[in-house]
């Protein structure tokens, strides 16, 4: 005789799916790309951050609040630079180069200003040379 077999909740779910199409990806699929991408992102993010460090050459003693400790620590924490002196002179870096528009400013107004001292420099000097030939004069 034939046995019956019995119909398990599972039996029946692929009955229902019969014909119809799989998922692309899986849960387990979807989650291991999405750990690929963190770690080559983070990767990628790495190598940018030693480009930028790599060129440092000038040290400088700083003092920092509590806060900034703090979150200069958590980013060392998280693993994205070796140390506190790494965090802090890539968020400068980044901060100077977000204040692009105001150095270049500065910059031109500093420029000004070391012209004006080379004229008055000048100025200065062609004075004291005619002061210097009038005495001559004056005692030959």
Known sequence: MAEKQKVTPEK???KENVGKEKPAHTLDD???HM?????RTAESIRKVIDRALSSRNTVLTIRVN?????RLNMLV???LFRSRSESAAFLIEEG???QEAL???IESRFSQ???LKTELKDMVSDEFIKTAERKDKKGS
């Open 96 to 98: 100077l180069k977000s």
């Open 113 to 115: 200003i070391d012209k």
């Open 12 to 14: 029946e779910d692929e």
């Open 66 to 70: 509590d806060d900034c400790n703090r």
């Open 35 to 39: 750990e690929k991408f963190a770690v």
């Open 103 to 105: 150095f270049a400013k």
């Open 30 to 32: 979807i989650g291991n």
């Open 77 to 79: 924490e998280a693993g």
